[in-house]
């Protein structure tokens, strides 16, 4: 068990917990939220005794072991498989000792106690945490230094997954994770079997793996019961019926305060004035939960909208040098799609959004896109090229040369930084307001394609759910890699699959992708003996295959119809440019272009109507079965 027990903790003057008490119980999944800079790591610093308290004590269970992620990762010559089970000292420790004792009832108290702690299943448990996290068997044997601080990050990770402690805490663990890794952890942390406290802004991971919430607001902590979607409703309830608690208060202050006035002089009712006054005196104030705004993201829109599709990519291949990553990719991107990238890290997601942002050229193959467009790319490593001692507005003026001293101050108060805010070193200012600043430099002129990699990483759950608004209120087009399940299932129309080389549309949900991810593809192998089952079975039956349910019929259907509705829009929008018949003497190569483009899309457009023709026999042949 946990006991926070009205702990109080100041910084310099400011008061981050104010007698703040709960509770955690053995075996409970805690997701503990805040805004940012309130205190969650504080709070972490103190449970593992690494800061004291002003008043109040933190108690854990005797002997209970805390573990948490390493500060630094780490980066000796060691292999990935033998740094995560180094982390578990007692069983290093004994091992070693076994290869030096010579005492007989010594070692059999050392090979007792490894059977105890499960040491012969250590390497393949280790192995399986490690290949979670996006490290198959050929990278888990590469020593540790060869990998980026990012990745060796997931080292860290795996190794205090691999100790077990009694009390684990996880600060934002999915920062350094693609999606993959995060939906791995968080079945992994839905089935932990001790007591886990982590902070994350990561709605998914706060609805499918915890069981409670702690909530740290105004100083004081709260400790609701249920995912995040519970704690909202919840906390939406406290402000409504504090508020009309607040208002009731108010009207009883108003009548006992108007009866102390009127006969306050009264012999008469002196004791009842005075009996009231006492009451107004001891009343507590009821203060409302009132959460403070959020501020909102701004992303121009394109004032010039170009003609779709904007991008057209024909059997392309991009990569480094002579090194090819990404091949065989033929695909359209029209001016208001909302694409999500899928795909593990090192797959080349990032090499593919370069692609698209003309940051690489292709290959081999063909990409068209048009010469006016402009394309705003965010990704998290641009942090560190802001000037650490430059302030937002003088990161803004260069961007507006001719503009007066108030147009710019203005310009930055729509990118977040009002007043004094605009003024501050970028050296003091968070995570999340350096990636605001980022977004609002990178979408300054309206771009008619933005490219977000992995937007979340430094914002916290209001802040996100500001930057989805801001994505869907965006009219250019957008292509999204993120670890963020809830961003992408808000803001992205089409997921496109990175793997194997190329990258290919996914045509089912997020829902199955998460399936696909935890269960693994199956292996030709597997898949033709499951194929030869069936049809053994088919025939040992005399009885034809049987069809899919029509509810996966119709599922498929409702894509495809969103799919011809995509495909008849982007015909009719070319038609009305071909329409003009100064095109052709204006620029024949565009007219030719667009003409191209448009027999590509009928070609598409005939193959989506033939597959929805067999979907809807089988659905009526389903039907009637």
């Not at 001790?194 to 909530?215: A, E, G, K, M, Y």
């Not at 670890?483 to 089409?494: G, K, P, Q, S, Y």
């Amino acid at each position: 068990m946990l006991i926070i027990n009205d702990v109080t903790f100041r910084m310099g003057a400011r008061v981050l917990l104010d007698k703040a008490s709960a509770s955690i119980n053995t075996g409970s999944r805690v997701g503990f939220v805040a805004r940012n800079g309130t205190g969650k790591t504080t709070l972490f610093k103190i449970i593992r005794g690494e800061l004291g308290t002003e008043t109040g004590s933190v108690m854990v269970g005797k002997g209970l072991r805390i573990g948490s992620v390493a500060q630094e990762a780490p980066g000796g010559p060691e292999s990935l498989l033998d740094v995560v089970l180094a982390a578990d000292v007692e069983r290093d420790t004994l091992l070693r000792e076994s290869e030096t004792a010579t005492d007989p009832d010594r070692i059999s108290e050392i090979h007792t106690r490894l059977m105890d702690i499960g040491s012969h299943a250590a390497p393949a448990r280790a192995a399986a945490i490690l290949n979670g996290l996006g490290f198959d068997a050929e990278t888990q044997a590469r020593p540790c230094s060869s990998f980026s601080g990012g990745w060796r990050m997931r080292v860290a990770l795996a190794a205090v997954l691999f100790t077990e402690p009694d009390l684990l805490l996880l600060d934002e663990p999915t920062n350094y994770l693609d999606l993959e890794g995060t939906l791995w952890l968080m079945d992994y942390l839905a089935r932990y079997p001790h007591t886990v406290l982590v902070i994350s802004h990561d709605r998914d991971l706060l609805n499918q793996s915890v069981d409670q919430i702690l909530h740290l607001d105004q100083a004081k902590l709260t400790l609701y019961k249920g995912g995040y979607d519970s704690f909202e409703r919840q906390r939406l309830e406290q402000q409504t019926l504090q508020l009309k608690m607040q208002r009731k208060q108010a009207d009883e202050r108003k009548h006992l305060q108007a009866f102390v006035d009127r006969f306050k002089a009264k012999a008469s009712k002196a004791k009842q004035a005075q009996s009231r006054m006492k009451r107004l005196e001891k009343m507590k104030t009821i203060t409302p939960l009132i959460d403070l705004d959020v501020l909102p993201f701004n992303f121009p829109s394109p004032e010039r909208p170009l003609a779709p599709p904007i991008i057209t990519m024909e059997n392309a291949s991009v990569g480094y040098g002579d090194t090819t990553i990404l091949s065989k990719l033929s695909l359209v991107i029209a001016d208001d799609d909302r694409i999500g990238l899928l795909g593990s890290n090192g797959n080349g997601k990032s090499t593919f959004a370069k692609l698209i942002g003309g940051r690489l050229q292709a290959m081999s193959g063909m990409v068209r896109s048009s010469s006016k467009m402009k394309v705003a790319y965010f990704a998290q490593h641009q942090l560190d090229e802001l000037d650490l001692n430059g302030t937002p507005i003088s990161h803004v003026r260069p961007l507006m040369p001719n503009a007066s001293e108030a147009s710019v101050r203005a310009r930055c108060a729509q990118m977040g930084f009002s007043g004094s805010k605009a003024e501050t070193l970028i050296s003091s200012i968070s995570g999340g307001e350096k990636a605001r600043l980022l977004m609002g430099l990178a979408t300054f002129s309206g771009p008619h394609l933005l490219i977000l990699d992995e937007p979340t990483n430094h914002l916290d759950i209001d802040s996100r759910a500001a930057l989805v608004e801001a994505i869907n209120d965006y009219e250019g087009a957008v292509i999204l890699i993120s670890h963020d399940r809830f961003l992408l299932e808000a803001c992205a129309d089409r997921l496109w699959l990175v793997g194997k080389g190329t990258v290919t549309p996914f045509e089912d949900d997020l829902d199955a992708y998460r399936k696909l991810v935890l269960e693994g593809e199956p292996s030709a192998a597997s898949t033709e003996k499951a194929k030869a089952k069936a049809r053994d079975a088919a025939t040992a039956q005399d009885a034809p295959p049987k069809r899919p349910h029509p509810s996966i019929i119709r599922k498929k259907l409702e894509v495809l119809d969103a799919r011809i509705a995509k495909f008849n829009e982007l015909v009719v929008k070319i038609d009305g440019f071909l329409a003009d018949p100064e095109i052709f003497r204006r620029d024949k190569g565009k007219a030719a272009q667009l003409s191209a483009q448009r027999a590509e899309l009928t070609r598409a457009l005939d193959t989506a109507e033939d597959e929805w023709l067999i979907l809807s026999a089988d659905l009526e042949a389903a039907s009637a079965a």
